[in-house]
């Protein structure tokens, strides 16, 4: 059974910085493509960033480009997503998500509560 589970959400004041992780197991994590979503209350889900299985290549939203890191430690398999001068417009649940690359399938985290907010 395939397990995704985030964590590091939380209330932050604007300017500020959180680090999620995503911790996967029940998949071949080093195999996997791992991307960070974001959905804000009355809005669709959008892709926040996204990291190759090895970790080589990286791809961010232009919202979040020069503020969000993504990073991946295969040996622990886990995502991270280091955000930093936090906005308000940056307040969402926040899904990991993984694409298992030796057949296709996508599975989602439950989500982390990230609010900023002064």
């Known amino acids: 059974q395939v397990r995704l589970v985030e964590s590091g959400g939380g209330l932050v004041q604007p300017g500020g910085s959180l680090r999620l992780s995503c911790a996967a197991s029940?998949?071949?994590?080093?195999?996997?493509?791992m991307s960070w979503y974001r959905q804000a209350a009355g809005q669709e889900r959008e892709l926040v960033a996204m990291i190759t299985s090895a970790g080589s290549m990286t791809n961010f939203a232009d919202s979040v480009k020069g503020r969000f890191t993504i990073s991946r430690d295969n040996a622990k398999a886990t995502v991270y997503l280091q955000m930093n001068s936090l906005k308000p417009e940056d307040t969402a649940v926040y899904y990991c998500k993984a694409i298992d690359l030796t057949n296709g399938n996508g599975y989602w985290g439950q989500g982390t509560q990230v609010t900023v907010s002064s």
């Open positions: 029940g998949l071949p994590f080093s195999r996997s493509t």
